[in-house]
């Protein structure tokens, strides 16, 4: 038997959900579970592509994956960059 870790970052009311979804759907139909990495208080505007979602329905939904069998992760706090140096690897100043 094949196992998968399979994970999906930035995960926050305003991602593309359409597009999050689809890939979701496929996940589920092979039951395969994910980890999910929430940004708890995104401040980066580049994820944020669709209307947000309000609070209430984004919990209750990452509520019914927790009920699946994801796992919820913290990606980040603000997904901002607070600091200029590239990190371990010396790339993204
Ligand atoms: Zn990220």
Redesign the pocket.
């Known amino acids: 038997m094949s196992k998968f870790i399979l994970r999906f970052?930035?995960i926050i009311p305003g991602m593309d959900w359409n597009k999050f979804l689809k890939i979701k759907e496929v996940a589920v139909k092979y039951g395969v579970k994910s980890i999910l990495?929430v940004?708890p208080d995104n401040k980066?505007a580049n994820?944020s592509i669709n209307i947000n979602m309000s609070n209430s329905v984004f919990f209750s939904t990452l509520k019914e994956f927790a009920e699946y069998g994801d796992t919820i992760a913290q990606?980040?706090t603000h997904?901002t960059y607070t600091i200029k140096a590239g990190g371990m690897l010396g790339i993204n100043e």
Do not use: E
């Open positions: 970052d930035d990495g940004v980066d994820l990606h980040g997904h």
